[in-house]
């Protein structure tokens, strides 16, 4: 097994598709020391500069002080605090849902929903290009797994229309993690309540960033928990902690309760982050002044990166991918960039499909307008 694994790596450097990890030095911020170098980053999904602001930190510390660090078990046994209840409590009155449900990562929220709602007699719709984590999940379930061609709703309801039986779930990202653009919401939930299916959005990358006092896809769309009963978001992007919950009815909620396996068999959050975050949640509804400045930063990098010729897709949030094609190319580029100080991520299948390789950019109120014309200069040199 030893020669098989190392063949196996050995390939993967020659496709250029092995992954390395790079050592942080102090917290998240556009001025990082990475690997033991400063470096000017451009990869992190904390979109609201939240993650290392003094009051979340502070929240943190008094969390601390009141409940130590560890939750100790599982919130069905003896781990769920007054800091988690009050954290469900306002993310439901948040999202305008009955109930919210703190799961401890993104992955294991959607693991959770998805297996614990359908079976081998039922079926679950997929855009093409959801996350990892909605894919596994639906895969896990037992289910029938169809998906759809991405945001396309067309594509949704000939495979709604082939499978009448069972439970049917739709399942879509709010804002799609490695190409920024956003799924068509209303379409999708007229083609699921014409076919009696439930919809279900993750929407990590699109609240804190979108809708009214940052609410997200949903607020974006003019939409609410009639249209979409389930409702995923994580708390370690623009809330900039770390965990993740689902929003729903009460009969949803107290279902996960009793049958998400990822939910029942793990240890809760510590309590000290649920602290944290009811924080960062106040600031990120207050946040009105980082979002006009975040989508003015988002307008500058893509007028800049027109002007060099550099192939953009179509999105109107952080997530600024810039197409290069080949595995390759897209990793020179990467390299050349932090030669010159600046850290953007290659993004290479399988995360992204064959042929789509990319740069990555994702931008944060916390940069600055200097910062982002300093990555543009420098694309002009090493990319464009």
């Known amino acids: 097994m030893e020669a098989e694994l190392n063949a196996a790596l050995i390939e993967l450097r020659t496709q250029a598709l092995y992954r390395s990890r790079r050592v942080v030095d102090g917290p998240q911020a556009p001025q990082q020391v990475i690997d033991g170098r400063e470096v000017l980053s451009f990869c992190s999904n ?5 993650a290392n602001h003094p009051e979340v930190i502070a929240a943190l ?7 130590g660090v560890g939750a100790g078990a599982a919130h069905l046994i003896n781990g769920h605090s007054r800091a988690h209840h009050v954290l469900e ?113 993750d929407d990590a990358h699109g609240l804190g960033v979108l809708g009214r006092q940052g609410r997200g896809t949903l607020d974006h769309f003019g939409m609410d928990a009639c249209e979409v009963p389930v409702l995923m978001g994580t708390l370690g992007k ?20 009793q049958q998400a396996r990822s939910y029942i068999y793990t240890t809760a959050l510590p309590p000290a982050l649920a602290e944290a975050t009811c924080t960062s949640l106040r600031l990120l509804q207050r946040g009105e002044g980082r979002r ?64 789509s390789a990319r740069l990555r950019v994702t931008l944060s109120a916390a940069h600055s307008e200097t910062q ?13």
């Open 46 to 50: 904390d979109y609201l500069g939240l």
């Open 61 to 67: 510390q008094r969390g601390a002080d009141d409940y």
């Open 89 to 201: 409590e306002a993310l439901a009155e948040f999202t305008g849902y009955e109930r919210a449900l703190l799961f401890s990562t993104g992955y294991m929220a959607n693991l959770g929903v998805i297996t614990a709602l359908l079976g081998k007699a039922d079926a679950v719709f997929e855009d093409r290009l959801n996350h990892a984590s909605l894919i596994d999940a639906g895969r896990l379930s037992g289910a029938r797994l169809r998906r759809y061609r991405h945001v396309d709703p067309s594509s949704l309801d000939g495979w709604l229309g082939k499978h009448p039986q069972g439970r049917r779930l739709v399942v879509t990202d709010g804002v799609f993690s490695m190409d920024g653009d956003l799924a068509p919401l209303p379409a999708l939930a007229a083609s699921a309540a014409r076919n009696k299916a439930w919809l279900m959005v």
């Open 238 to 257: 623009a809330f900039g902690t770390s965990g993740a919950f689902v929003a729903g009815s009460e009969a949803l909620i107290e279902t996960l309760i």
């Open 292 to 355: 006009e400045r975040l989508a003015a930063l988002i307008q500058r990098f893509r007028h800049g990166a027109g002007q060099l010729g550099l192939e953009l897709m179509v999105s109107e949030t952080p997530i600024q991918p810039i197409v290069m094609g080949e595995t390759a190319r897209v990793v020179a580029v990467s390299e050349a960039l932090l030669r010159r100080g600046i850290l953007v991520t290659a993004i290479r299948p399988p995360t992204v499909p064959a042929g």
């Open 372 to 384: 982002v014309d300093r990555l543009l200069d420098v694309l002009g040199e090493v990319a464009a």
